[in-house]
């Protein structure tokens, strides 16, 4: 268990639909990260956040939109949902931004857009 | 082309077997690697972690990192049947710009020892 949790595990939504994700890192790490996995373009970087700020930016969609509040958790937000969307959303995090850290994974959520 | 490129396999192997797996890279300012290992339906798990070029071992497992070849391995010594799992590279630049704190990862590799 890396002590990062995701919620939910699971969900089965629509296309067109808004879905939100939602991460809490391990305890004491203030940098979270977001992936997607999917089978054809593998594990990529969408977003970073910092203590509240964002601080990384990778191939994130402009319907896709992340915060993480000052409780330090962090939730991603998915709107007009796509077939191509589907795929396994994973959380990270880290003490810090420092570029040796270790990145932590949660266990994801497996989204499905019918 | 992508930034990181590792033979998706699968690979199978007889228990005991010396296993290499590899990946190549494009980006010169990758400094820092790492393996991590993912069991299905698992998130990703830290393996190995090493900077710069050079060797890092941790009991069964050795990592490479040949940064004038631009290519890195991960071998695991008397591989076990737990040891099946899809194995996947990152790597990640130095602090600055954008692409500060993100990892950019191989496809992975699909691993099956069989006793």
């Known amino acids: 268990d890396s002590g990062v949790t995701q919620t939910p595990k699971h969900l089965i939504t629509a296309t067109g639909q808004r879905v939100t994700l939602r991460c809490s890192p391990r305890s004491g790490d203030l940098s979270v990260y977001w992936y997607q996995q999917s089978l054809d373009q593998g594990l990529q970087f969408l977003i970073q956040?910092?203590?509240?700020?964002?601080?990384a930016k990778g191939n994130i969609l402009e319907r896709f939109s992340a915060q993480q509040f000052p409780d330090l958790h962090s939730e991603l937000n998915l709107s007009s949902l796509e077939l191509g969307d589907s795929a396994l959303y994973f959380c990270?995090?880290?003490?810090?931004?420092?570029?040796?850290?270790?990145?932590?994974f949660g266990p994801g959520t497996r989204l499905l857009v019918l | 082309q992508k930034e990181v490129e590792q033979d998706p396999g699968p690979l199978s192997v007889p228990e005991g077997a010396i296993v290499s797996l590899n990946c190549t890279y494009s980006n010169s300012a990758f400094q820092y690697f790492m393996w991590y290992r993912q069991y299905s339906r698992k998130g990703p798990e830290l393996l190995m972690y090493t900077y710069s070029s050079g060797n890092k071992e941790d009991g069964r497992f050795t990592a490479q990192v040949d940064k004038s070849s631009k290519y890195i391995s991960l071998f695991i010594r008397d591989s076990q049947p737990s040891d099946s799992a899809t194995y996947l590279c990152?790597?990640?630049?130095?602090?600055?710009?954008?692409?500060?704190?993100?990892?950019?990862f191989g496809q992975g590799t699909i691993l099956t020892v069989h006793p």
């Open positions: 956040y910092y203590n509240g700020e964002e601080r």
């Open positions: 990152a790597m990640s630049a130095n602090a600055g710009g954008t692409s500060y704190g993100k990892l950019t």
């Open positions: 990270a995090s880290s003490a810090g931004t420092a570029r040796q850290e270790t990145q932590y």
